[in-house]
């Protein structure tokens, strides 16, 4: 009964080991799912990538808003008052609480007298000169732009291999649910044969009893077998975007054609998906750099303002009801503002040094990256040459655990064995059987391996037979 639990989890552990439009299965008339249609509903319905490419969009808006701060200010503003015009002489601080007022000193001020007060007036600022600042905060908005689009690209590239990985694990899994069938009834077979001789009293019957120890030990595995594929298929269902609905695969092709044997030249790691989002955060830290060295220049900005004011108040103290509804009294100003802020060289200076550290780790980074994705490709090649080696040794394991089990039952039957011995032989066989059928999906799960090491899953699917259109 071990010995046929440890043929499936070898055969799971041989899937596990190799690598580090929606069709419900069900309905009649409805083709299966391949692996490029996993890998594009992956792309197309996966909640993640809908989020990244969301947020993508979204950056967009900031580049708007930087090519915007080029534009002149404008601002309207209009007020209509009631109240009292008492005023003394002197100066304080501004704060929010004492509305300003303008006018003379009053010699005879009064609390219970109030009159209206309108006013209203457009003003327009504009830097005509930043000495750099608004191109390079501008920069800096496209650069965060083009970062989370390359974060969107990673997290669409990264569900596309997730996708094909638990496509080729079902494979895997429904391979080693039918050589836990096949072992099923070939233990079946042997029962009835076991069963008959005992009925005819020419074996013992404890031969029939270890035989069905044997064949519920069988069966055993055949459901477990089927438990692994059934879970394979609920990862596919949700790396594809369909979590929770009935999927199925149709890899037969995929299992007619032997992939590559090696892995053939060598990946451009600067074109990797990975590479670029790492260059994409250093340019975002570049560009910050850039904007604190154009923030210490001194600030001009350029205003011009027309507005007018109407008040019910008098140069003699005296309050007119029918004056201060609206405005009647006009003015204008124009004038440039310089200002320099000494004390902002200081922080400036602190931050541009902690942008110096964050632009060296993520320089380090970059390079672990690359460093990641080149040992990547290399386990890729060990992996496509164990598999080679897996191909070639399989069929002749295969066919000499064929020809072991048929000679040790004939030996049962000519009463030179045991039911121990030939329920070992149709382990073995079992064992066989699988390996075999896993060999070729090894060399599969190599050549995606490499894929996801290079970055790009199109000459993956070439070799599958079919092109996913990007």
């Given amino acids: 009964m071990h010995g046929n639990k440890i043929v499936l989890l070898l055969g799971i552990g041989v899937v596990c080991l190799s690598w580090p439009s929606m069709v419900p299965a069900q309905e009649p008339g409805i083709m299966a799912l391949r692996l490029e249609q996993a890998v594009r509903l992956a792309r197309e319905n996966y909640p993640s990538i809908k989020a990244a490419r969301a947020e993508a969009g979204a950056t967009d808006g ?19 008052t009631r109240g009292t015009r008492n005023n003394i002489f002197g100066q304080f601080f501004p704060q929010g609480a004492i509305p300003p007022i303008s006018g003379p000193v009053i ?48 997290t669409e590239f990264e569900a596309e291999v997730a996708a094909a990985d638990a496509y080729l694990r079902v494979a895997a899994m429904e391979q080693a649910v039918i050589a836990a069938r096949a ?11 076991v069963g008959a001789l005992v009925a005819s009293e020419l ?16 069966r055993n595995v055949l459901i477990e077998a089927r438990q692994q594929a059934a879970l394979a298929r609920v990862g596919l269902a949700q790396a594809v975007g369909l979590a929770g609905q009935t999927i199925s695969i149709d890899a ?11 892995i053939e030249g060598r990946a451009e790691s600067g074109l990797h998906p990975l ?14 750099r850039e904007v604190l060295d154009r923030s210490f220049f001194p600030k001009f900005n350029w205003q011009t303002a027309i507005f ?37 060289l200081f922080n400036l200076k602190a931050r541009r040094h902690q942008e110096d550290g964050h632009i060296a780790a993520e320089r380090a980074r970059e390079e672990q990256t690359k460093q990641q994705l080149r040992t990547g490709e290399e386990r890729a090649r060990a992996m496509a040459e164990a598999a080679r080696e897996y191909s070639e040794n399989a069929p002749q394991q295969l066919a000499a655990a064929k020809e072991t089990e048929l000679r040790v039952r004939k030996r049962y039957e000519a009463e030179l064995s045991t039911v121990a011995e030939v329920a070992e032989a149709q382990r073995l066989l079992a064992q066989a059987e699988v390996e075999a059928m896993l060999a070729r999906i090894a060399g599969w799960r190599a ?18 037979g079919k092109e996913v259109a990007k």
């Fill in 203 to 218: 074996r013992p019957g404890a031969d029939a009893s270890r035989t069905e120890v044997e064949l519920a030990a069988a």
């Fill in 275 to 288: 590479t670029i989002a790492r260059r994409a955060s250093l340019d975002i830290l570049l560009a910050r």
């Fill in 447 to 464: 050549q995606l391996a490499a894929a996801s090491a290079r970055g790009d899953l199109a000459p993956l699917l070439r070799l599958t």
């Fill in 183 to 193: 072992g099923v009834e070939r233990m079946e077979t042997f029962a009835r044969m």
């Fill in 252 to 262: 037969g092709g995929l299992l007619a054609q032997a992939p590559p044997a090696a």
């Fill in 62 to 80: 900031g580049v708007e808003i930087a090519r915007n701060a080029r534009l002149p200010g404008m601002e309207i503003d209009w007020q209509q």
């Fill in 107 to 154: 010699g005879h001020p009064s609390f219970s007298q109030s009159t209206w007060g309108s006013g209203g007036g457009l003003l327009v600022t504009w830097e005509p000169f930043d000495f750099g600042l608004r191109r390079a905060q501008l920069g800096l908005s496209e650069r965060i732009r083009d970062e989370a689009r390359a974060r969107a690209a990673v």
């Fill in 308 to 344: 007018a004011r109407g008040s019910g108040a008098r140069l003699d103290g005296s309050l007119l009801d029918n004056r201060g509804y609206y405005p009647d009294t006009a003015n204008w100003a124009t004038g440039l503002t310089i200002s320099f802020s000494l004390s902002n």
